[in-house]
């Protein structure tokens, strides 16, 4: 499946911002999804998670409650609405897809990634 995330930009803390993922190519529905962010110097960490129905997500300690995640598998998309956004949230988005329906908080089970999206939130 390719993957094509959208959305990001320069905010100032408090606001919010909503990421797409676009699905293209296998059935979307088939796919756990992930979001995970990368900062400049760190490692590439877990954002959140939805399960092939939807009906099961998780989340990082450090959005939870600000972040959801979401998909429609009519539209093959995946989102994630970010309200409360920290400095700290800075960081380049990845969207990515686990062809098992499974969410997982590691990378390495996921096959395919976005190319990712830039969020900077201003102090």
């Known amino acids: 499946v390719q993957l094509q995330a959208s959305g990001g930009g320069l905010v100032q803390a408090g606001a919010s911002l909503r990421l797409s993922c676009a699905a293209s190519?296998?059935?979307?529905?088939?796919?756990?999804m992930g979001w995970f962010r990368q900062a400049p110097g760190k490692d590439r960490e877990f954002v959140a998670g939805?399960?092939?129905?939807?009906?099961?997500?998780y989340y990082a300690d450090s959005v939870k409650g600000r972040f959801t995640i979401s998909r429609d598998n009519a539209k093959n998309t995946v989102y994630l609405q970010m309200n409360s956004l920290k400095p700290e949230d800075t960081a380049v988005y990845y969207c990515a897809a686990a062809g098992d329906g499974i969410i997982y908080v590691i990378p390495a089970p996921y096959n395919s990634w976005g190319q990712g999206t830039q969020v900077t939130v201003s102090s």
């Open positions: 939805v399960n092939w129905s939807g009906g099961r997500t």
């Open positions: 190519g296998r059935t979307f529905s088939n796919y756990g």
